[in-house]
């Protein structure tokens, strides 16, 4: 909702059209990881990585506000592109690159989880970790997509900073989220939390 209110306060032309097209990217992976949340959650029941969590009330604020704070932290970057009032033209086909691989790690971490999926629905495999497709190439597939489609997305809006302060800024926060996806979500599965 507030990437559209952003997008549509500056209706510009050409500015308003990149930001539109910004704003439906991030739309996309939001309903998509929504959606995909939700079929694992009504096919199992229930969502098993907060069987523990939902024990201490404290723990389960702690776990949806560090959750909160990472999806901040990865809009940091396009909030800021909404805001802008101008873009360097010059620069347009880097956020045309930007959402091409935005769209490539969407499609790689959609493939990885659809993958895992049909993996686990077959008894034979439980308690085993897939090592077909995807998974045959990287231990967490899915979350190498995620990471690069958020700096797809940083990418993609590099046209509206207007220094360079800006890009270390956003690149900075992606960074963060980066290592969190690594180490804290890719610890999590080891410990069969997934």
């Known amino acids: 909702i507030c990437t559209f209110i952003c997008v ?5 032309g050409a500015l308003f059209d990149l930001k539109l097209i910004h704003g439906l990217c991030i739309c996309l992976w939001a309903a998509k990881l929504g959606s995909f949340l ?3 959650v009504i096919k199992r029941g229930k969502d098993t990585r907060f069987d523990e969590i939902k024990k201490s009330k404290f723990r389960f604020f702690r776990v949806w506000l560090i959750q909160g704070c990472w999806v901040y932290l990865n809009m940091l970057p396009s909030v800021y ?6 873009v360097k033209p010059e620069f347009i086909l880097i956020s045309v690159a930007g959402w091409s691989i935005f769209l490539f790690g969407l499609i790689f971490e959609t493939v990885a989880d659809y993958q895992k999926t049909k ?5 034979e495999n439980k308690d085993k970790f897939i090592t077909t497709g995807l998974w045959s190439l990287s231990q967490h597939p899915n979350y190498f997509g995620e990471i690069v489609l958020w700096y797809g997305l940083l990418i993609a809006v590099i046209p509206y900073f207007q220094s360079i302060t800006n890009v270390l800024f956003a690149l900075l926060s992606y ?3 980066s290592t969190d996806n690594i180490f804290v979500g890719c610890s999590n ?4 939390r997934s």
């Open 119 to 123: 993996f686990r629905q077959n008894p």
């Open 8 to 12: 549509f306060e500056h209706k510009d």
């Open 175 to 177: 960074t963060y989220s």
């Open 189 to 192: 599965v080891k410990k069969g």
């Open 38 to 40: 939700l079929y694992r």
């Open 81 to 86: 592109a909404f805001a802008a009032q101008k």
